[in-house]
T-cell receptor, first 110, second 123 residues
């Protein structure tokens, strides 16, 4: 069972907007910043959002992140078939100390 | 930007020790940057990501309590390699093992990942 809670799966149609949630506690998300990773099938994870809402260079602005209290969200607008992937949230946990991941959300683009 | 490449035996027998190496190449000098840590993350078949430990070039390691007794992570600055050993493996250790760089200032995230190496624990 993962420390951070994400919905196992979500779906959307091309062009739509979806929001993936990530729920934690005051010992992890509530204390630090949240990162999001995209894992395309058969590939390594790729950093998508860091420090709650920042995008590394090369990540389209269709991807955005936000955080409130002990929860965070990843929004994807203008869904494309190429966005079909697993998405993971991650933050630095306090007890125990170290990175903690969500269980991942499989996004299907119908 | 750096490239990370994991290497390992592929198949390990139960109760044995798994040894993996992550080789770091590229133009950056971040390998010896004190604000960079080098982590190992694994993914069991059909499952999510699990952090199994990180180390700084100084040799200081951070390990999760659940694996602390079985995991060792070491850094060889001269070879720009990060080594992982996992002792007393069982079938539950079957996974794809990723090496990743973590920036601990300004970003606080795993920003560069290797492709991963598949490890199967079986007799």
């Amino acid at each position: 069972q993962s420390v951070l809670t994400q919905p196992p799966s979500m779906s959307g149609a091309p062009g739509q907007r979806v929001t993936i949630s990530c729920s934690g506690t005051s010992s992890n998300i509530g204390k630090g910043t949240v990162n999001w990773y995209q894992q395309l099938p058969g590939m390594a994870p790729r950093l998508l959002i860091y420090d709650d809402d920042k995008r590394p260079s090369g990540v389209p602005d269709r991807f955005s992140g936000s955080k409130s209290g002990a929860s965070a969200s990843l929004a994807i607008s203008g869904l494309q078939f190429g966005d079909e992937a697993d998405y993971y949230c991650e933050t630095w946990g306090d007890k125990p100390t170290g990175p903690v991941f969500g269980g991942g959300t499989k996004l299907n683009v119908l | 930007q750096e490239l990370l490449q994991e290497s390992g035996p592929g198949l390990v027998r139960p109760s044995e020790t798994l040894s993996l190496t992550c080789s770091v190449s590229g133009p950056s000098d971040s390998f010896t940057d004190r604000y960079i840590s080098w982590g190992w993350i694994r993914q069991s078949p059909g499952k999510g990501l699990e952090w199994i430990g990180s180390s700084y070039y100084s040799g200081r390691s951070i390990l999760p309590p659940s694996l602390k007794s079985r995991v060792t992570i070491s850094v060889d600055s001269s070879k720009k390699q990060v080594a992982l050993t996992l002792s007393s493996v069982t079938a539950a250790d079957t996974a794809v093992y990723f090496c990743a760089r973590r920036v601990t200032v300004s970003m606080h995230a795993f920003d560069v990942w290797g492709r991963g190496t598949t490890i199967i624990v079986s007799s």
